[in-house]
Each structure stands twice: as structure tokens, then as C-alpha cells.
């Protein structure tokens, strides 16, 4: 209990900086029960996330159990260390060396999800864009100054803020599309190994692992919930009859 709220203190103060942010955040539909889903995100995560940010409050058996991926398939692919299948999901990273090279340590993502909702994940993922006074070379629209570098910039592109025209309706009459030029839009000036939509997905698949890591047991409280209530709805009925019965003598 005492690591949970270290765990906390340590994320919070991390992601706080960002919550004044008035971007719109777009909607990120979470399906725990997509099991591809789930796995392409787990393939995304340990590739591209794992060398810097842990899941230190996961274990990879229980991830390769809940996700249906067979154990050897687990250890041979997506395990880039030398881990047994029942460890839990650490890496080789030292928090010092962290804080030298980003400013702060790479906090651990197990709990993000909760701390951060879904839809802030998924918008905060595909909002870098390039900012050449930045360290890194980049910035991001959701949390402002963000210290991590864009490691999926390969596979999205390049991505700059700026000014461009952006579609707010139709002509009810020609059908033409109404345009009017704003400042401060992302666009992608340049496409990288996915196309827009790909990389949506990639993202979107992403995020619904991390949002299954921070509660595995989310699917099996959901189908527990629903017995409960049926169990309170059909014991009901004799709660009232003996409620009933004992006051019907009583004026």
C-alpha cells in the first residue's frame, strides 16, 4: 500500500502541469474487451515505451494471461530483457540517469490512465509537433514544455503547429465545405512510416492498454456488477414480502 501511494505522489506531480490545458481533447472510445486491440497496444508499449517509463505494478504473465498471449510467444517477442515471465514489468532504467537526461524521471505508467483520463492520452499522444527551441526538438499542444522526446515521430511524421485553414461547416446551399484560417493547428507536413489513420489506430491501441494496465481486473468487475444487481433485483422481492407480512397487524 505504501509503493501504491508513492506510486501517486510520484505521477501526479509529473502530469500536473498540464491540467490547465484548454485544448479539446478528443474522444477516446476504450474497448477492454477487444483482445487485438489490447495486444497491438502491449506490442507498442514494450517496443517503443518500456526502455524509459515501467509498469512496475504489473507482472508479464498477467498481462500475457489476460491478453491471451501464449507465454513463450510473450518471452520471445515483446521481453527485451532478461526477465522471467513472473517478474513484474521494470526496466534497466536508474532514476538518476533519468533525471539527467530529461530533466526529471520518467515516472511509471502503471496507474496514468486513472490519473489521467483515456482521452487526454490519446490526444496528449498526437500532439507533438516540432519546436527547434525545445530540447528534444519538439513540443506538445496537451502538456506544454513536456520533457519527453516524440519516439513515435518516425512513424507519424512530422508534425508542425502553425496556421492553416480549418473546416467549420458547409454552404447549406452549394454544399461546399466553409473554411477559416486559425492559429495554432497541428497539420502533418510530412507523412512518416503510417498514414494518419494508421497511426490513429496505432495510438488509439495504445492507449486501451494502458487504460487496461492501470485496472486489469476493470472486464471482470463489469460482469460481477451485473450478477450483484441481478442478486439484489431477485432478493428484493422477498425483502418486501417480509416486509410486508410484518407490518401488516400494525396500525
Request: hydrophobic share 40%; with cysteine; aromatic share 12%.
Amino acid at each position: 500500500m505504501k509503493k501504491l501511494f508513492a506510486l501517486i505522489a510520484a505521477v501526479v506531480p509529473a502530469l500536473a502541469m498540464a491540467a490547465g490545458s484548454n485544448v479539446h481533447l478528443d474522444e477516446h472510445r476504450t474497448d477492454l474487451h477487444d483482445k487485438a486491440s489490447l495486444q497491438r497496444g502491449a506490442q507498442t508499449y514494450l517496443n517503443y515505451c518500456m526502455g524509459c517509463h515501467s509498469l512496475e505494478h504489473s507482472r508479464y504473465n498477467r498481462v500475457a494471461k489476460d491478453l491471451d498471449i501464449p507465454e513463450d510467444l510473450m518471452m520471445e517477442n515483446l521481453v527485451f530483457a532478461d526477465k522471467k515471465i513472473g517478474e513484474l514489468m521494470t526496466n534497466a532504467m536508474r532514476p538518476q540517469d533519468g533525471k539527467e537526461w530529461f530533466g526529471a524521471t520518467p515516472p511509471d505508467l502503471t496507474l496514468v490512465a486513472r490519473v489521467r483520463r483515456p482521452d487526454w492520452l490519446y490526444t496528449y499522444l498526437r500532439s507533438f509537433y516540432e519546436d527547434p527551441k525545445r530540447p528534444w526538438g519538439v513540443n506538445n499542444a496537451v502538456f506544454k514544455d513536456v520533457g519527453m522526446p516524440h519516439v513515435l515521430a518516425d512513424l507519424q511524421g512530422r508534425q508542425l503547429m502553425g496556421t492553416a485553414h480549418v473546416a467549420v461547416g458547409y454552404d447549406t446551399l452549394t454544399g461546399q465545405e466553409i473554411t477559416e484560417e486559425r492559429d495554432g493547428v497541428l497539420y502533418l507536413a510530412e507523412e512518416g512510416q503510417l498514414s494518419a489513420e494508421e497511426y490513429d489506430t496505432l495510438i488509439f491501441d495504445l492507449v486501451n492498454f494502458m487504460t487496461y494496465v492501470a485496472e486489469p481486473i476493470a472486464t471482470e468487475r463489469e460482469r460481477l456488477g451485473f450478477w450483484v444487481l441481478l442478486f439484489l433485483g431477485i432478493f428484493f422481492i422477498p425483502v418486501y414480502l417480509l416486509n410486508k407480512e410484518y407490518w401488516k397487524d400494525i396500525k
